[in-house]
């Protein structure tokens, strides 16, 4: 990496904010100055970082003068408030909302999947939905062997997808409930301790939620296959912090699933978990806390002869935000692309293959 820099994060007070500031610490990211930015109810706070206090400040017209990088992670209103106006100022915007996913301007990017497109962009990158990218680092090996043409997945959300006080509600439902009280829900729309419900993001005509169509444009712009078939059922589920999705992929041809196993045994950002004798597989307790997306209970589809089954666990807050987040930084200090020149790199190959986890 060439130099230190300024970086800001939008959110820092927030569940995927404070994964961040771990990251960054535990990843050893060349900083030279970090600004922790959140509304005004959170204004004059302290996190300490590196041994340091850092009082929180709430994001103004002057926040970001002379930072490289904002780590944006405060929601879809608070990104479209302010992104333009940082990226004016000069830094460059890594955002986890989904304010700019679709956007063509805007480059969508899995480091494991498409690191290329940051190369493209013109101040902001999007991070995708944690639900995209969980599988998308686990199907994208498979599908550069042979094309993926369909995808039929569900998924099992956890409550850290809702936010920081999501995993609070959670926690103080389960004790009311374990009391014998009535349990509130404030956050999510109904109970979530002891219950589950289909995903309430908002329903389209053909009645899919917000969170099931993400899968799927989301997978085809990461993947550049604007044909590929995905369909998506979208759960919250009582779990604190790691999704979880069973993956249904056809493909033309029959896929062994020797070689499934062995793509994703070697895959950069997963691990394959599969203990066949004592019915071991992904865990979300297992994947909680831990960067790779483990995957596992990889098999034949009885049903279709050129389908495969798999099942995966993935950190929501981990590479599903903030890790995914912090590695497209570092790509952009690894591949000079703190600039919105377009000729910053020439070298694709050189980013394709990245050492990043
Ligand atoms: P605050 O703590 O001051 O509300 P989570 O996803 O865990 O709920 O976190 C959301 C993050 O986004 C928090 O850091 C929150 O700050 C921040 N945030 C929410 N609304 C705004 C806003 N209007 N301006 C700046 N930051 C915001």
Redesign the pocket.
């Known amino acids: 990496m060439s130099r230190d820099v300024n970086v800001a994060i939008?959110?820092?007070?927030?569940?995927?904010?404070k994964e961040l500031l771990e990251l960054l610490a535990e990843r050893r990211f060349p900083l030279q100055e970090l600004k922790l930015?959140?509304?005004?109810?959170?204004a004059g706070s302290k996190i300490v970082f590196d041994g340091k206090e850092i009082i929180?400040e709430?994001?103004s017209d002057r926040s970001f003068e002379g930072v490289d990088i904002v780590l944006a992670?405060?929601?879809g209103?608070?990104s479209k408030?302010w992104a333009k106006k940082a990226v004016a100022a000069g830094a460059v915007v890594i955002d986890n909302s989904s304010a700019f996913r679709l956007d063509d301007d805007v480059p969508l990017v899995v480091p494991e999947i498409n690191p290329e497109a940051a190369a493209t962009h013109q101040g902001i990158i999007a991070n995708p939905n944690c639900t995209s990218i969980l599988m998308g680092v686990a199907i994208y090996p498979l599908h550069q062997i042979q094309p993926i043409k369909r995808v039929v997945v569900s998924t099992y959300q956890s409550a850290s997808g809702a936010?920081?006080?999501?995993m609070e509600e959670a926690k103080t439902q389960a004790k009311d409930i374990l009391d014998g009280k009535e349990p509130q829900a404030e956050i999510l729309p109904y109970p979530i301790a002891f219950n589950l419900f289909p995903h309430n993001s908002p329903l389209n005509d053909q009645g899919y939620c917000e969170e099931e169509m993400k899968m799927v444009n989301e997978t085809r712009k990461i993947f550049n296959a604007p044909e590929l078939n995905v369909t998506a059922t979208c759960v919250r589920v009582p779990i604190l912090r790691a999704h979880s999705e069973a993956i249904n992929l056809e493909f033309e041809q029959p896929f062994d699933v020797q070689q499934a196993r062995e793509l994703i045994e070697t895959a950069p950002g997963v691990k394959l978990v599969e203990d066949w004798q004592s019915n071991y597989f992904p865990m979300p307790i297992d994947a909680t806390g831990q960067d790779p997306v483990l995957v596992g209970r990889i098999r034949q589809d009885i049903s279709h002869n050129c389908g495969l089954e798999l099942w995966l666990c993935g950190d929501q807050i981990r590479k599903g935000a903030a890790l995914n987040a912090i590695q497209i930084a570092e790509l952009l200090l690894e591949k000079n692309l703190l600039t919105t020149s377009n000729s910053a790199v020439t070298d694709y190959s050189a980013v394709k293959k990245p050492s990043l986890l």
């Open positions: 939008l959110g820092a007070t927030g569940a995927v904010g930015l959140a509304s005004p109810r959170s929180v709430a994001v992670s405060a929601g209103s608070t408030a936010g920081a006080r999501a």
